[in-house]
Nanobody
């Protein structure tokens, strides 16, 4: 069974940093794409970053570009989201999601097919 588990969410002051982790399990494919999404209360879910396991291809939304960095540990099937310069508007539940298709190119969510999702981790940024 494919599973994704997020961790690392916390309450942090504006300007601070957090590192989220996403641990994937239950599959043996070596080429896959993991994306990070977030959903704030009353707002639609927003795709913010993704990374492909086979190369260094990444994608960032404009809202996080330059502040967030996605990285991976293929051996552990982990993907990280380093979040710096956090703002109150970054407050949301953060989810990771998995696209298992071979050769998927990191890009905006509409270009990928995320079939598996984690339960989310809460990030709260106080002003």
């Amino acid at each position: 069974e494919v599973q994704l588990v997020e961790s690392g969410g916390a309450l942090v002051q504006a300007g601070g940093s957090l590192r989220l982790s996403c641990t994937a399990s239950g599959f043996h494919f070596t080429d896959y794409t993991i994306g990070w999404f977030r959903q704030a209360p009353g707002k639609e879910r927003e795709g913010i970053s993704c990374i492909n396991s086979s190369d260094r291809s990444t994608w960032y939304s404009d809202s996080v570009k330059g502040r967030f960095t996605i990285s991976k540990d293929n051996a552990e099937k982990k993907v990280y989201l380093q979040m710096n310069g956090l703002k109150p508007e970054d407050t949301a539940v953060y989810y990771c999601a998995l696209d298992l298709r071979f050769g998927a190119v990191p890009g905006p969510p509409a270009t990928l097919r995320y079939d598996y999702w984690g339960q989310g981790t809460q990030v709260t940024v106080s002003s």
